[in-house]
């Protein structure tokens, strides 16, 4: 079982290799994706999380923008 950080590093280190935008809070990372202007079109939040078993786990949700483009978005980083 990976430690928290551990994987909140790996999110972080796949979100810039795709050029993501973020902000991290603790285990919590803002993603945003902007248009040619400068506008945020999709915005959603990846929190790394303790389940109760004692695993991990990635809380997905989406704060703003196209339930498409999130889901492709966000399937694409965590996979």
Do not use: P
Not at 34 to 44: I, P, Q, T
């Amino acid at each position: 079982m990976q430690n928290g950080e551990a994987v909140i590093e790996e999110l972080i280190n796949v979100v810039s290799s795709k050029h993501l935008l973020y902000e991290r809070k603790g285990f919590l990372l803002r993603i945003s994706v902007c248009d040619d202007w400068g506008r945020v079109k999709l915005a959603f939040d990846l929190e790394v999380v303790q389940l109760k078993n004692k695993q991990l786990g990635i809380r997905r949700k989406r704060v703003k923008g196209d339930t498409w483009h999130y889901k492709k978005y966000c399937e694409d980083v965590i996979r």
